[in-house]
Nanobody
């Protein structure tokens, strides 16, 4: 079993910053922490930022230049630094991991980010 626990969400004013963390535990030998997604009320889940297989990153156009994804493999933790937050960034943010052996996705429970105007 793999557990992903997100933290760091909260309420922030527009222009503020938050840092999300995603900690992986359990049977993580073949796990790769892959990326962050978000889902706003009434909308589909969308990719925010992710690592490609070569380690490079890509971002949702609307967050480029404001968000930065990183990970510490030694700590089995992935981060999303979010700066210059906007009300439209309000959503539940989920981290995603992938088992490269059995090719299975894992998701955390999500952390709420609310940006007030």
């Amino acid at each position: 079993q793999v557990q992903l626990v997100e933290s760091g969400g909260g309420l922030v004013q527009a222009g503020g910053s938050l840092r999300l963390s995603c900690a992986a535990s359990g049977s993580i030998f073949s796990i790769k922490l892959m990326g962050w997604y978000r889902q706003a009320p009434g909308k589909q889940r969308e990719l925010v930022a992710r690592f490609r297989s070569d380690g490079s990153t890509n971002y949702l156009d609307s967050v480029k230049g404001r968000f930065t994804i990183s990970r510490d493999n030694a700590k089995n933790t992935m981060y999303l630094q979010m700066n210059s937050l906007k009300p439209e960034d309000t959503a539940v943010y989920y981290c995603n991991a992938f088992n490269i052996v059995i090719r299975q996705d894992y998701w955390g429970q999500g952390t709420q980010v609310t940006v007030s105007s």
